[in-house]
């Protein structure tokens, strides 16, 4: 069915390509014809006045309309651990919350409800874009779950598919069919959702099974690779180099690294040359410790993500502010230490908004997300101009990164599609209300699972990651006077 919703005097970011910049416009109007942004219109150019007899109107007085945020990774199949791991370390996380922790505990309802609740929970603050590393994919029938919800969602969701040793009978062979089965899920062709590939293991498996997954990737034309990289101490190097050694960056595939927390200058300038992008997780490599230090100097080619979700904030605007802020007291901390105070601020505001929309696009070499312009997808997001906190305004992407919330989001459209309206999630695609169904099936799924977890005893975090970095005493700080 053909839609057309006119949103009417509001203040538009959009977004100038040749200029490669933000154009507000304010006060004007944004047309949205199907799954697309059809017009812009302002003062000099008004609305046509032939425009569908149905059109639905909406006012957007006082508003802000943001293109659609993009998080370039996540897990989302974890949302039942949500505020039970927050004191959590990388080693701890490994031993007890990750993929092969979690294997045999998690059912095919659990994966679902999760995944679904924790794409919910994108919807509702804006995230329209979400790169899901889904190390879930255990067997076929909680691989088909994650998937099965990533479509129901609603949400963009390039859901890649992991493959992985895993201690069962499901084999690499049997993963291969599982992964082709679902590629060619006939609900793809109409869902915002495509099909990807995760892959971590580039320097722990045989050359052999690196080529095969390196050859379904390219010869099924899949939107997206992904993986993870840290090096250094936490010795997991799936950077440039490594992927460059298999084949892979040079492929017409679009290759998305997240963390790289140590990158050599060969890393780097691999990185441009192949135009891949690291995905920088502000928060997350600040909770877990596994760092970002150097990730400013290769911010061309970084976007922003999440990660886990349940540990963290889950909003794109909290990551895009930690992370400006996080940069600025670094690159201050340079002048600091040589005993000069910086002149100016050297990182802006709307470069960081940049990272969480645009940069998110082009890491998926979609330049038609995270962006507002005719011909661009309408991934929209609506944020409410006369809250208590964003009142009297100026600077819209200002507003947004260093003012807003969550509650400021009234609307979020996927697709040209409503999925938030008034500040109300809407039904799933397949007709599951959120206070209705999906509420109480997360809350039964999530309760059993953490109780399950309350039972089990914290991992010993002794003697040597994976056997080799040696771990470290570090100080653990009080802030009641004793």
Not at 4 to 11: C, M, N, P, Q, Y
Request: aromatic share 10%.
């Amino acid at each position: 069915m053909s839609s057309s919703i006119l949103f009417e005097d509001a203040t538009i970011i959009t977004f100038d390509t040749a200029l490669k910049g933000f154009k507000i416009v304010s006060p004007g109007s944004l047309w949205v014809k199907d799954d697309r942004i059809a017009g812009i219109y302002d003062e000099s150019t008004p609305v046509p006045a032939d425009l569908p007899a149905d059109t639905e109107k909406v006012s957007a007085k006082d508003k802000i309309i943001s293109p659609g945020f993009v998080d370039t990774h996540r897990h989302g199949w974890q949302t039942a651990y949500r505020s039970i791991a927050g004191n959590t370390t990388l080693p701890e996380y490994f031993f007890r919350y990750g993929q092969f922790a979690a294997m045999g505990s998690f059912s095919e309802e659990d994966v679902y409800i999760g995944q679904l609740a924790g794409l919910y929970e994108c919807l509702n603050a804006g995230v329209t874009t979400t790169l899901d590393h889904a190390h879930h994919t255990w067997g076929e029938a909680t691989s088909k779950a994650g998937l099965d919800a990533s479509i129901d969602s609603g949400v963009r969701v390039f859901w890649c598919y992991t493959f992985h040793t895993l201690p069962n009978d499901f084999s690499h062979e049997r993963q291969l069919a599982c992964a082709d089965s679902l590629r060619s899920d006939a609900r793809l062709a109409t869902s915002p959702t495509e099909f990807g590939v995760s892959f971590d293991g580039w320097e722990t498996s045989p050359a052999e099974l690196v080529k095969t997954v390196v050859d379904f990737t390219v010869g099924n034309n899949v939107p997206v690779m992904t993986t993870h990289s840290l090096g250094g101490p936490w010795v997991i190097d799936n950077g440039p180099v490594v992927l460059d050694k298999h084949g892979m960056l040079q492929t017409p595939v679009p290759v998305v690294i997240s963390h790289a927390s140590f990158t050599s200058p060969e890393d780097v300038a691999l990185l441009r040359k192949s135009n891949q992008y690291v995905s920088i997780t502000p928060e997350s490599e600040m909770h877990y410790g596994h760092d970002n230090e150097h990730s400013h100097e290769i911010m061309d080619q970084c976007a922003l993500g999440v990660d886990t979700h349940f540990t963290f904030s889950t909003d794109m605007v909290t990551q895009a502010r930690i992370w400006l802020q996080a940069t600025r007291r670094a690159l201050y901390r340079t002048k600091l230490a040589n005993n000069t105070i910086g002149a100016s601020n050297p990182f802006d505001v709307d470069q960081a908004f940049y990272l969480a929309t645009v940069a998110g696009g082009l890491a998926l070499r979609r330049d038609d997300l995270g962006v507002i312009r005719v011909g661009a997808k309408a991934d929209l997001v609506v944020f409410d101009g006369d809250s208590p906190n964003m009142l009297g305004f100026v600077d819209p992407i200002a507003a947004i990164l260093l003012h807003s919330n969550v509650g400021d989001v009234r609307h979020v459209l996927v697709d040209g599609k409503w999925r938030k309206k008034d500040g109300q999630l809407l039904r799933s695609v397949n007709g599951d209300g959120w206070k209705e169904s999906i509420q109480p099936r997360f809350l039964a799924s999530a309760r059993e699972i953490q109780k399950k977890w309350a039972g089990r005893p914290l991992p010993k975090i002794e003697g040597k990651l994976f056997e080799v970095a040696d771990y470290a005493h570090i100080d653990k700080l009080n802030v009641k006077r004793l």
